[in-house]
Nanobody
Framework: QVRVVESGGGLVQPGESLRLSCAAS????????MGWYRQAPGKQRELVAT???????NYADSVKGRFTISRDNAKNTVYLQMNMLKPEDTAVYSC???????????????WGQGTQVTVSS
């Protein structure tokens, strides 16, 4: 069994910062890409940022220059540092990890339950 668990959400004021963490645990042979996605009420889920195992990153235009994704491969953990938060960043943030459970298995995407981020004055 593989678990992906996010933490670090909360309520902040516009302009403030938050750091999200996501840890994958369980029967894991290898992890390829990891990423953060978000879904606001009434909207579709959208990509926020992704990072490959060798550190290549990709960001949504709306968060470039404000958010930074990073990972610790030894801990199977990915982080999202969010600075200069705006009310439109309010959403449930979910983590996804492409996980291989054995040398012969394929990579399968595992999702966390999500963590709420609310930006409001």
């Amino acid at each position: 069994q593989v678990r992906v668990v996010e933490s670090g959400g909360g309520l902040v004021q516009p302009g403030e910062s938050l750091r999200l963490s996501c840890a994958a645990s369980g029967f894991i042979f290898d992890i390829n890409a990891m990423g953060w996605y978000r879904q606001a009420p009434g909207k579709q889920r959208e990509l926020v940022a992704t990072i490959t195992i060798d550190g290549r990153t990709n960001y949504a235009d709306s968060v470039k220059g404000r958010f930074t994704i990073s990972r610790d491969n030894a801990k199977n953990t990915v982080y999202l540092q969010m600075n200069m938060l705006k009310p439109e960043d309010t959403a449930v943030y979910s983590c996804a990890a492409d996980i291989k459970r054995s040398p012969i298995s394929s990579f399968v995407t595992a999702w966390g339950q999500g963590t709420q981020v609310t930006v409001s004055s």
